[in-house]
């Protein structure tokens, strides 16, 4: 699904409007309906108690008294207190036309601003899409007194001063909401951490807006819902061998560290591999054969680290990383292993790499073997990790300016991990995975993405992109498959290499 830009979701109600020979109070009347299903699937009348809509000037002013009226209609008890402003959106005056009489209406001023007793329930219809700059004056002196009022608080399609694609600088004010209900698409700023506490819980609601204008709009932005990769994974052919599926090599472990081998490798063989061969330290290798009887193991000579790169003609993907260390010997490992893999660049596709964890800090360590990396290698950082590659960023925008740069230099697959994970392409766009959950905030769950992805990207059948894209989002889905058993704080990171099979099936082409 597309993110866009607040300009262009101001030109596709336009383009909505034209197509389906609406009028703009049209429009607006579905958004409040959406709006208004929600709310009273969320709370009834005696949950709501009575009910508070701050309306700004504009279209989501307008909102806001449309939902006023409607849940007025269903018999919900409702108060409207409206931002005063030289000028109102002539949809916001057709709603304030058509507002019943019994509906108390007050004027906000900086003496008299609506009493908002703990637990009320408040619609928050002040500022939308439109936001211009910053909150200040009375704006801003509102914001402040909702949120030390500890409400219940609903947004309309934003929180009021959050801005849809740009940070507000930090000082500034915004609604802190339990629940944002917006319209057609996603908007970039519910899918940044630093916004969470304004956003609280999103839902997008559909509310028929023009496909044809979103299908030709262009946005570096997308969100990887279940229709992204619906289809995704290739059916197998009856007379698949283990040849079609791939050979993968996985250099992961150090003393203490083996159990991240021992995950990335379940999830690997769980991914589907043809076969799998793991490359652990000489310690390991009893551990290792014990725990994941389906791959084949090479110890390596020292006990403790990964010293040498076994020969590499046999493997359609190579991983490195997970429970890796960062010894000088595990180091030239790695470099070597870019320098053959980019080597097979002159004359065929380059060898698809997957570098996670240690392997990631060493090359943060000798920027040098950046330059290095074959074309499509899928990079997996958290946060830490990207910054360790690049620079500290100043705020979640920076930093995904700061991935994007990254991913088309390198020409490179670079997933920033963490709620709503972002992989950004060499061709510059962002896609964030819209599954998983707090629960796989746990030790292993990385590793067990490598081996996913290292699995996938030894499938040839999958272009690189596709592979990574399928990768995260199965991931995510075999988390919340997985939490649904065992409860968030239950689980633990096997259990997620668990039901990848289960989540690659509802990919199933
Ligand atoms: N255009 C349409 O047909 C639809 C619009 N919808 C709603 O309309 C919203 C967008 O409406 P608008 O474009 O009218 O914009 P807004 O309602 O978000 O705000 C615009 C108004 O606020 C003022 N303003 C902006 N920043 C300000 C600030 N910092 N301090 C004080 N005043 C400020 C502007 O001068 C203008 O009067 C969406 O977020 C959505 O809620 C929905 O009804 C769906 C249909
Ligand atoms: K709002």
Redesign the pocket.
């Known amino acids: 699904m597309k993110i866009l830009t607040a300009a262009q979701t101001?030109e596709l109600?336009q383009a909505t409007?034209r197509e389906q020979h609406l009028t703009?109070a049209e429009?607006?009347e579905r958004?409040a309906e959406a709006l208004v299903e929600w709310f009273c699937s969320l709370l009834d009348q005696e949950q709501a108690g009575e009910v508070l809509v701050l309306c700004?000037?504009?279209?989501?002013?307008?909102?806001g008294l449309a939902a006023a009226r409607l849940l007025h209609q269903a018999g919900y008890q409702m108060r409207v207190a409206l931002l005063p402003?030289e000028?109102q959106?002539a949809d916001w005056q057709h709603n304030r036309l058509h507002l019943p009489e019994a509906i108390p209406v007050a004027d906000i001023s900086e003496q008299q601003l609506p009493a908002i007793l703990p637990g009320t329930v408040v619609i928050d219809a002040l500022?939308?899409?439109?936001?211009?700059?910053?909150?200040?004056g009375l704006?801003a002196a509102l914001v402040a007194h909702l949120n030390a009022a500890r409400a219940r608080v609903v947004a309309?399609?934003?929180p009021s001063g959050l801005f849809t694609e740009a940070p507000q600088p930090r000082e500034d004010v915004a609604v802190r909401a339990q629940h944002t209900v917006s319209?057609g698409t996603p908007k970039l700023a519910f899918l940044l951490p630093q916004n969470a506490e304004f956003v609280g819980e999103w839902h997008v609601k559909d509310i028929g807006l023009s496909q044809e204008f979103i299908a030709g709009s262009t946005t570096p932005w997308y969100y990887t819902d279940e229709a992204a990769v619906a289809g995704a994974l290739p059916a197998r052919a009856q007379f698949s061998h283990k040849g079609t599926f791939g050979h993968a090599l996985l250099l992961a472990g150090s003393r203490g560290k083996v159990g991240a081998a021992v995950l990335a490798a379940r999830a690997c063989l769980r991914g589907g591999v043809g076969l799998l061969t793991a490359r652990v330290p000489g310690c390991g290798y009893d551990i290792f054969q014990t725990s994941v009887p389906e791959a084949m193991c090479l110890a390596d000579p020292q006990p403790n680290f990964i010293s040498a790169l076994p020969d590499l003609q046999p493997y359609q993907a190579v991983g490195i990383g997970p429970g890796l260390g960062q010894d000088a010997a595990s180091l030239a490992v790695l470099q070597q292993l870019l320098q053959t893999a980019a080597a097979t660049t002159a004359h065929q596709k380059p060898l698809p790499l997957v570098i996670d964890a240690d392997a990631l800090n060493l090359l943060g360590q000798h920027r040098e073997l950046l330059a290095l990396l074959p074309e499509n290698t899928v990079l997996t950082p958290h946060p830490k990790e990207f910054e360790r590659l690049t620079e500290p960023a100043r705020d979640d925008y920076h930093r995904l300016e700061l991935l994007r740069q990254f991913a088309q230099q390198r020409r490179c697959l670079v997933l920033l991990k963490g709620a709503y994970s972002c992989l950004a392409t060499p061709t510059g766009e962002l896609h964030f995975n819209s599954t998983g959950n707090p629960g796989m905030a746990t030790g292993g769950s990385g590793d067990v993405l490598t081996g996913l992805l290292l699995a996938l990207r030894a499938d040839a059948r999958l272009l690189p992109f596709q592979a990574a894209q399928l990768g995260v989002y199965a991931h995510g889905r075999a988390g919340d498959l997985a939490a649904a058993k065992t409860g968030q704080a239950g689980l633990i990171a096997g259990d997620i290499a668990h039901y990848i099979g289960p989540a690659l099936r509802e990919a199933e082409a």
């Open positions: 101001r109600d409007i703009s429009l607006m958004a700004g000037p504009g279209n989501n002013g307008g909102d402003a000028t959106s500022f939308g899409t439109g936001l211009a700059r910053p909150l200040a704006a309309v399609d934003i319209f």
